[in-house]
C-alpha cells in the first residue's frame, strides 16, 4: 500500500511540475513575440533612415 501512494504522489508532482512549465511558458511566449516584433521594427527604421542626413550636415 505504501508503495501506491508513493506512486500517486509521483504522479501528483510531476503533474503539478508540468503545470508550472506550462504556465511559465504561456507567460514568457508574448514577451518573446513582443520583443521580436521591436527588434524587426528598430531594424526596419534604421535600414529606412540610416541615409538621411539631418538638415545642418547638407
Known amino acids: 500500500?505504501?508503495?501506491a501512494l508513493l506512486s500517486v504522489r509521483r504522479r501528483l508532482?510531476?503533474?503539478?511540475l508540468l503545470r508550472s512549465?506550462?504556465?511559465a511558458g504561456s507567460i514568457t511566449a508574448p514577451?518573446?513575440?513582443g520583443a521580436s516584433l521591436k527588434?524587426?521594427?528598430d531594424f526596419a527604421l534604421w535600414s529606412q533612415c540610416r541615409k538621411?542626413?539631418?538638415p545642418e550636415e547638407r
Open 39 to 41: 527588434i524587426f521594427y
Open 1 to 3: 500500500m505504501t508503495a
Open 21 to 23: 512549465i506550462s504556465a
Open 31 to 33: 514577451l518573446i513575440a
Open 13 to 16: 508532482y510531476a503533474v503539478s
Open 52 to 54: 538621411v542626413k539631418p
